[in-house]
Nanobody, 120 residues
Framework: QVQLVESGGGLVQAGESLRLSCAAS????????MGWYRQAPGKQREFVAI???????NYADSGKGRFTISRDNAENTVYLQMNTLKSEDTAVYYC??????????????WGQGTQVTVSS
């Protein structure tokens, strides 16, 4: 079982920055594929960014050039640095983990979410 706890959300003005953190426990962090997703009111949850066990990253078009995902295996933490925030970035942001073994993914773990509100 993997436990995920997000932090760092809040209320900011458009153009400002936030850094979200997600602390993981219950599994060997370096073997976890980590991702960030978000859900705005009335919308489905959507992909934001992902980082592999080897540090490869991928981003949704909405965040390319503005968001950076990173991981600190020593701290069992994944981060999402969000710059130049826009009102449309307002959502609950969720951390996600999947176990990776032999090229296969196992499990699907979610945090409780952290609210990000961007005022224009």
């Amino acid at each position: 079982q993997v436990q995920l706890v997000e932090s760092g959300g809040g209320l900011v003005q458009a153009g400002e920055s936030l850094r979200l953190s997600c602390a993981a426990s219950g599994s060997t962090f370096s073997t976890l594929l980590m991702g960030w997703y978000r859900q705005a009111p009335g919308k489905q949850r959507e992909f934001v960014a992902i980082i592999s066990t080897t540090g490869n990253t991928n981003y949704a078009d909405s965040g390319k050039g503005r968001f950076t995902i990173s991981r600190d295996n020593a701290e069992n933490t994944v981060y999402l640095q969000m710059n130049t925030l826009k009102s449309e970035d307002t959502a609950v942001y969720y951390c996600n983990a999947k176990k990776e073994r032999g090229g296969f993914l196992y499990g699907d773990y979610w945090g409780q979410g952290t609210q990000v509100t961007v005022s224009s």
